[in-house]
């Protein structure tokens, strides 16, 4: 059961480390984030307050996620808002090549950054509610052996 554990907190540091990465990158130098990450240029046009806007959301995606590693009482609902926006980021994508903006090829490129994330987010908080079911389980049990 620790194994799982460590394995969820890997991924959801994974979480935190990627989207904090991105925020600070895209919030502190949004040209230099334009260009590094690869296939952004496709997209469009350089937007600078665009792009931080979005590296507001993933500040804040890092944040929920780290928040939730150390407060479980709240863990569920951060970790859960926080997929959210992964999934709809993912979702758009996945969008983008099914009506022909971009080719499939995409999908593998944008992987690592794109899906992951929000596949480990789901994986984590469905996790956190087994932990919670859990918990909730064992202290009905024990109220009612009392």
Sequence with gaps: MKTIKYLVLGMVW???VLAGWLSIHMLYDPAGWYHFVPGVTDTGFFNQHFIRDIGIIQGFVAVAFAVGIY???RR???WAVATLWLIAHGAFH???VAVGICSASVI????????LPAIFGIAATVWACGQRRNVLGSN????VNI
């Design 14 to 16: 994974f979480n935190v």
């Design 71 to 73: 407060r479980e009482d």
């Design 76 to 78: 569920i609902e951060l």
């Design 94 to 96: 996945l969008w983008e």
């Design 108 to 115: 593998v490129r944008d992987f690592p950054a794109v899906s």
């Design 140 to 143: 009905s049990a024990a109220s």
